[in-house]
T-cell receptor, first 113, second 114 residues
Framework: DVKVTQSSRYLVKRTGEKVFLECVQDMDHENMFWYRQDPGLGLRLIYFSYDVKMKEKGDIPEGYSVSREKKERFSLILESASTSQTSMYLC????????????FGSGTQLSVL | KQEVTQIPAALSVPEGENLVLNCSFTDSAIYNLQWFRQDPGKGLTSLLLIQSSQREQTSGRLNASLDKSSGRSTLYIAASQPGDSATYLCAVRPNSGGYQKVTFGTGTKLQVIP
């Protein structure tokens, strides 16, 4: 089975800190995604990557950047964390192809104080 | 813009009951629809994927159906168990664009009472 691993389940950071969220998948998937999930707002796409070093902005990229230097790893970076970025962050991956499923990691609950 | 609605937002049933969860979408030009479950504080676990050309998919006690023309999908859970308690989300992928264009419903929170 596909495994998508997020490095931290819980993180507590201070306003203004630089925050790195890491995601690794073990099935050679081309596509990787970062979402945030907030009560009442559902899942919203932050960034998407379809290959190494390739990225596209999602619906809410402001305040975030990403890095994909290796196929299996996709990092989300909060350059200067703010309280509005307190949220559940979910990484996902998929193969390129119409019949392929989207697979999610276990999530990182980030609190910015 | 695609809108995906899941009603009810919450559902409570006694153990052993068969139940149906609903997912409605406004744009029928979809590529596939995927059902997920999410346990509290955790990520999404894929349950079933239905391609636009399919009418249903089954896995164990779960059966998902798709009616594109009416913009509806249902997830049927047979003989519900307390372990089925979770939030169930559907995700709709459009014909144009890949998974980056997926729209998620806000979910139905299911509680199965022993």
């Amino acid at each position: 089975d596909v495994k998508v691993t997020q490095s931290s389940r819980y993180l507590v950071k201070r306003t203004g800190e630089k925050v790195f969220l890491e995601c690794v998948q073990d099935m050679d998937h081309e596509n990787m995604f970062w979402y945030r999930q907030d009560p009442g707002l559902g899942l919203r796409l932050i960034y998407f990557s379809y290959d190494v070093k390739m990225k596209e902005k999602g619906d809410i990229p402001e305040g975030y950047s990403v890095s994909r230097e290796k196929k299996e790893r996709f990092s989300l970076i909060l350059e200067s964390a703010s309280t509005s970025q307190t949220s559940m962050y979910l990484c996902a991956s998929s193969l390129r192809g119409s019949s392929e499923k989207l697979f999610f990691g276990s999530g990182t609950q980030l609190s910015v104080l | 813009k695609q809108e995906v609605t899941q009603i009810p937002a919450a559902l409570s049933v006694p153990e052993g009951e068969n139940l149906v969860l609903n997912c409605s979408f406004t744009d029928s030009a979809i590529y596939n629809l995927q059902w997920f479950r999410q346990d509290p504080g955790k990520g999404l676990t894929s349950l079933l994927l239905i391609q636009s050309s399919q009418r249903e998919q089954t896995s164990g006690r779960l059966n998902a159906s798709l009616d594109k023309s009416s913009g509806r999908s249902t997830l049927y859970i047979a003989a519900s168990q307390p372990g089925d308690s979770a939030t169930y989300l559907c995700a709709v992928r459009p014909n144009s664009g890949g998974y980056q264009k997926v729209t998620f419903g806000t979910g139905t929170k299911l509680q199965v009472i022993p």
